[in-house]
């Protein structure tokens, strides 16, 4: 599945996904954010609590994912997440079936877009220059969170950058 562009309505809601990445890093966490959206309306947000919870698995997306509850229809959302998701949460977003994810930076860290594409989720790439000029902010400020974080992710040959 090729990406699309994101439209204006998704930049809208890509901004709610990073005022929470900006919360996080406001509360001393790493700074990612998500929003799930159905027919137009925020389900939940989230955000990456490792620090605050000290929760290894609640990345911005498995945080929103948990905030959506029980009885969601996945399959009818759209995840809106400040940074590109990890293999972890891109494992989540298969999981729980949803089809759709807009994101705002792949140029900090380029994470398993390429593998959600390979399994038909539809992605819309942003590339925000104010999330990706806020994301080399935080990892220069906060490297030791950000390797953390990571868990020493290395960047596979042939992975999108």
Known sequence: MPYVDPTDRDRGFLRLAFEEARQGYAEGGVAVGAVLVRDGEVVA???NRLVQESNPILHGE???IRNAGRGVDFGQT???TSLSPCAMCAGAILLFGIPR???GDNESFPGEIDWLLRHDVEIALANDREMIDFFARFR????DLWDEDIK??????????
């Open 62 to 64: 498995t945080d929103c």
């Open 101 to 103: 994810v807009v994101i």
């Open 140 to 143: 220069r400020e906060r490297p």
């Open 45 to 47: 947000r989230g955000r």
């Open 78 to 80: 759209t995840l809106y």
């Open 152 to 161: 020493g992710y290395v960047e596979r040959p042939g992975a999108q950058t």
